[in-house]
């Protein structure tokens, strides 16, 4: 099997399966209980929390575990718009969001906030004079992925932030950060707010990472009791957040190498289907190199999938996330509907091989030229 789909899942690493695996079979107290078999698992969780803040340099009390991305996007979107009714009704998001991201908007606007789209370059980055000139006395947040999961564009988040705070110091910013964490190095300091996901990283499913600033007030979405955390109630899942927190130290393990030889990669891949016609790249210079977008003119992406299936290659299609099978990150940087609606997804990862991508070439090309043929006849 060739797996060539990290960006949409990754498999869990060995070691942390083992961390999992222990945390579940040896600490079996309830952190929230007072006896000495909860305070043995609330003491490894708050290690495990401990660990994650130290490698954010961040408080512990700024991390919330949640069930992934998805609900940390809510927690951030939701949560500050219910905080914040009387100071506005306006937020800012980019078009080249994840769909959860667009989906809580859609939310939103039904129980009347008012949702801004800020523009991007032909290169996907956001554009900075749109952006100031979008931020209003009451906006309360602009949300800005810090790398997209389709085409993999990175934002400067820093020079974004600069940018928001000059123009409206109460405006809060946050960045779901979910493709950018273990691929390149992110500060949790450029950002108010910020989503994570633990099976983007070699992790287990199930749990994300919600940062908050303490400064920063928002609603809760879910009300329980245990004390652990006031934005998340209910009894922790331990062994999933010892998990994460072992998967997260892995994955800043020689992160600059592991880019490096990843890019080697993407530009052997790349070089192959440049010279083949009816391909269209989907790749600007700010996209990172563990993820290689193309269209394909003239077959279908998903029975190209298929195809590619029969070799045991499993690449992505954008179908897996947005609504309908158009792209809107494409759209939002090539403005071509045929193109959004052809896209492949090619998601590397610093255990994807050498050799890996030379079958994955000579696969690809074997099925893109039985397809077009049909296609041509
Ligand atoms: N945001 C981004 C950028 C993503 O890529 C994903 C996963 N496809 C999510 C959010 C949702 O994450 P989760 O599956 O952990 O809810």
Do not use: W
């Not at 490698?55 to 009390?61: G, M, R, V, W």
């Not at 994840?98 to 991007?120: D, M, Q, R």
């Not at 980055?125 to 906006?139: A, Q």
């Not at 010892?242 to 992160?255: G, M, P, Q, T």
Request: charged content about 20%; glycine content about 6%.
């Amino acid at each position: 099997m060739i797996y060539l789909d990290y960006s949409a899942t990754t498999p869990v690493s060995y070691d942390v399966l083992e961390s999992y695996l222990r945390a579940t079979k040896d600490f079996i107290g309830n952190p929230n209980s007072l006896h000495s078999l909860g305070v043995k698992t609330k003491t490894l969780m708050n290690s495990a929390n401990k660990q994650i803040a130290e490698i954010f340099n961040i408080l512990e009390s700024e991390i919330t575990f949640t069930s992934g991305a998805t609900e940390s996007n809510n927690m951030a979107l939701i949560g500050t718009c219910l905080a914040n009714v009387k100071r506005g009704n306006h937020i800012i998001v980019s078009k080249l969001e994840h769909p959860s991201i667009y989906k809580i908007c859609e939310y939103l606007e039904t129980i009347g906030f008012e949702i801004s789209y800020v523009a991007n370059d032909q290169e996907g980055l956001i554009d900075f004079d749109d952006l100031k000139n979008k931020i209003r006395p009451n906006t309360l947040l602009v949300s800005i992925c810090a790398v997209n999961s389709e085409l993999g564009i990175r934002q400067p988040l820093k020079m974004i932030r600069q940018i928001i705070k000059k123009e409206n110091p109460s405006t809060l910013f946050h960045s779901d950060m979910t493709q950018a964490v273990g691929k390149i190095p992110v500060s949790c300091h450029d950002v108010d707010m910020a989503s994570m996901s633990a099976h983007k990283i070699f992790g287990p499913k199930g749990i994300g990472l919600f940062y908050k600033n303490s400064r920063v007030k928002i609603t809760p979405l879910i009300y329980g009791s245990g004390k652990s955390n006031l934005l998340r109630p209910g009894t922790p899942p331990v062994p999933l957040i010892v998990a994460f927190s072992k998967a997260l130290r892995l994955a800043l393990v020689d992160i600059d190498k592991r880019e490096n030889f990843v890019r080697r990669l993407n530009e052997k891949i790349l070089g192959e289907l440049c010279k083949m016609e009816g391909i269209l790249i989907n790749q600007t210079k700010y996209s990172i190199p563990q993820i290689l977008n193309i269209s394909l003119q003239n077959i279908r992406p998903e029975t190209f999938l298929h195809a590619m299936e029969e070799y045991e290659i499993y690449l992505g299609t954008n179908t897996a996330c947005a609504s309908g099978n158009l792209s809107s990150s494409i759209m939002a940087v090539y403005n071509d509907k045929k193109r959004a609606t052809s896209s492949i997804r090619i998601s590397l990862s610093h255990v994807t091989t050498t050799d890996e991508i030379n079958q994955f070439l000579s696969a690809f090309k074997a099925v893109y030229n039985r397809l077009n043929s049909l296609t041509e006849g």
